[in-house]
């Protein structure tokens, strides 16, 4: 990213049955934690001051990563999310977005079959491909 965000948020996606248990754990907790949220009650409640915590559904056959114990998204997850949940990601879309994306090709490997395929489970693979060959990100032209 060129800017830099005003608000932060951690995002937690869990089982989906276990989405309301997590939350209200968190919230005992005395964290600011919010359940799924739309993008009108990020706007009205979540502060920018606080670290908030979003709670969402983990899409089945997610491409996730390992390290150290701890289960993580991948990049090519990271991406298609952007594409997909463009009221949590409100604020990195246009330009914001093509930086990332433009990064993430050419700093890293991005595995092209995974990030189709989890696209594909999001039903946003057209919107991905037509994405990617608009700005050239992956080259003149995709598919």
């Known amino acids: 990213m060129v800017h830099q965000l005003f608000r932060t948020f951690i995002i937690v996606e869990v089982e989906k049955e276990a989405s309301e248990a997590v939350f209200f754990w968190l919230k005992d907790s005395r964290f600011n934690v919010a359940l799924n949220p739309s993008y009108d009650f990020i706007s009205k409640y979540l502060s920018g001051n606080e670290d908030n915590i979003i709670i969402k559904p983990l899409i089945s056959e997610a491409p996730l990563q ?33 930086n990332i994306f433009t990064g993430a090709f050419r700093k890293y490997t ?3 079959d995974r990030l189709l395929r989890y696209a594909s489970r999001r039903g946003k693979r057209e919107e991905m491909i037509q994405y990617l060959n608009k700005y050239q990100i992956y080259g003149n032209n995709y598919i």
């Open 66 to 98: 390992k390290g150290d114990g701890i289960t993580f998204p991948s990049l090519e997850k990271v991406l298609v999310d952007i594409i997909c949940d463009k009221s949590l990601f409100n604020a990195i879309q246009g330009s914001e977005m093509r």
């Open 110 to 112: 991005v595995i092209t």
